[in-house]
């Protein structure tokens, strides 16, 4: 495995990322929302696993547009790298976000569940999941 992608506007979670990142034996690469373009514009086949805060504004009136949501980035993300798992992450409440957002991810948690999934392994699993569907679909791929 080589890299874990996560996307972020608070800087203070890059421990948190780092911490995953070390738990899935992969190189953590942490980026702002600032620099997401250059990340969908660029090659995408080096990530293994890409987590996104679902609220990349800390602007609460800038919250409710659609681009500042992970799950718009998600959509975006799924078409360039549609093999790599994408996680959303919040630190809101889980009754603050809708379903319908939550199911853009292909694992959602909030900030109580973070050591949970962890610890019980379903992040781990996951990311090995769609490594092993990677590999399935492109025998001929290293990963």
């Known amino acids: 495995m080589n890299k874990l992608l996560w996307i972020d506007d608070e800087a203070m979670r890059k421990d948190m990322a780092k911490?995953?990142?070390e738990t899935l034996t992969l190189e953590c690469v942490y980026m702002s929302p600032d620099n997401v373009q250059q990340v969908l514009n660029g090659?995408?086949?080096?990530?293994?696993?890409?987590?996104?805060?679902?609220?990349?504004?800390?602007?609460l009136d800038k919250r409710e547009t659609g681009y500042?949501?992970?799950?718009?980035?998600?959509?975006?993300l799924r078409v360039c790298c549609p093999?790599?798992?994408i996680f959303g992450i919040s630190a809101?409440?889980?009754d603050q976000l809708s379903q319908n957002e939550k199911s853009e991810y292909?694992?959602?948690?909030?900030?109580?569940?973070?050591?949970?999934?962890?610890l019980n392994?379903?992040?781990?699993?996951?990311?090995?999941g769609f490594?092993?569907?990677r590999l399935l679909r492109n025998p001929n791929s290293v990963s």
């Open 106 to 118: 292909d694992l959602f948690a909030t900030a109580e569940k973070y050591d949970e999934l962890k």
């Open 131 to 133: 490594a092993q569907f």
């Open 68 to 76: 500042n949501k992970g799950a718009s980035l998600c959509s975006e």
């Open 92 to 94: 809101a409440r889980e």
């Open 19 to 21: 911490s995953i990142a």
């Open 83 to 85: 093999d790599v798992p």
């Open 121 to 128: 392994g379903k992040i781990k699993s996951a990311v090995e």
């Open 43 to 59: 090659d995408m086949s080096n990530y293994d696993a890409i987590f996104i805060d679902h609220y990349l504004t800390r602007d």
